[in-house]
């Protein structure tokens, strides 16, 4: 049981150019998210996908793009990254319902953008 | 729009030292709150998770209070520990539901020397 796992760990890209971040839970969670974490800003909800199928934008999605494959998967995608979009990116995942309310925390990604 | 606080930013005490750590929320209407551990270049890993109609939760050493009219809550460590070392966030619910979408707090960064 693998839990949540993400890749890649680390990438640098530069201005403008695309790229893909994988998400993969077994858990089999209907819920997932990603998030980005800043210095001094916590964690931020950029999109999230209560189930299969099914996503909507969270606090701050402007220049992202998600895709829940199946119910294992949730990627994010930046289309032209810019140096704002600098950070690290958390994938997460909840079972709905569960009455402890926990969500599981993958890694993260260490993005820079040049 | 909520928005959690934490206080202090950072702390660092000698072992053997019982902490108190701060979160405080703006909107009062929250279903629960969670207290998160990341150790540095991890993900989060779930503490403690108080619903609304709590006052407190305790798991070992740690103890998490809920004050809901006030808008806080504290992350009480007894006999701190070097292996306690770490940022611990705070975060709710984003619209006072339980759907997942948390909102976090900027973290408080825990070293406990030796």
């Known amino acids: 049981n693998a839990g949540v796992t993400q890749t890649p760990k680390f990438q640098v890209l530069k201005t403008g150019q695309s790229m893909t971040l994988q998400c993969a839970q077994d858990?089999?969670?209907?819920?997932m998210y990603w998030y980005r974490q800043d210095p001094g800003m916590g964690l931020r909800l950029i999109y999230y996908?209560?189930?299969?199928?099914?996503?909507d934008k969270g606090e701050v999605p402007n220049g992202y793009n998600v895709s829940r494959l199946n119910k294992r998967e949730f990627s994010l995608r930046l289309e032209s990254a810019a140096p704002s979009q600098t950070s690290v990116y958390f994938c997460?995942?909840?079972?709905?319902?569960?009455?402890?309310?926990?969500?599981?925390f993958g890694p993260g990604t260490r993005l820079t953008v040049l | 729009k909520q928005e959690v606080t934490q206080i202090p930013a950072a702390l660092s005490v000698p072992e053997g030292e019982n902490l108190v750590l701060n979160c405080s929320f703006t909107?009062?209407?929250?279903?629960?709150l969670q207290w998160f551990r990341q150790d540095p270049g991890k993900g989060l890993t779930s503490l403690l998770l108080?619903?609304?109609?709590?006052r407190e939760q305790t798991s070992g050493r740690l103890n998490a209070s809920l004050d809901k009219s006030s808008g806080r809550s504290t992350l009480y460590i007894a006999a701190s520990q070097p292996g306690d070392s770490a940022t611990y966030l705070c975060?709710?619910?984003?619209?006072?539901?339980?759907?997942?979408?948390?909102?976090f707090g900027q973290g408080t960064i825990l070293t406990v020397h030796p």
């Open positions: 997460a995942s909840r079972r709905t319902g569960d009455p402890t309310d926990t969500q599981y």
């Open positions: 858990m089999n969670h209907n819920s």
């Open positions: 996908s209560a189930s299969e199928g099914t996503t």
């Open positions: 909107d009062s209407a929250i279903y629960n």
């Open positions: 108080i619903q609304s109609s709590q």
């Open positions: 975060a709710v619910p984003r619209g006072g539901t339980s759907y997942g979408k948390l909102t």
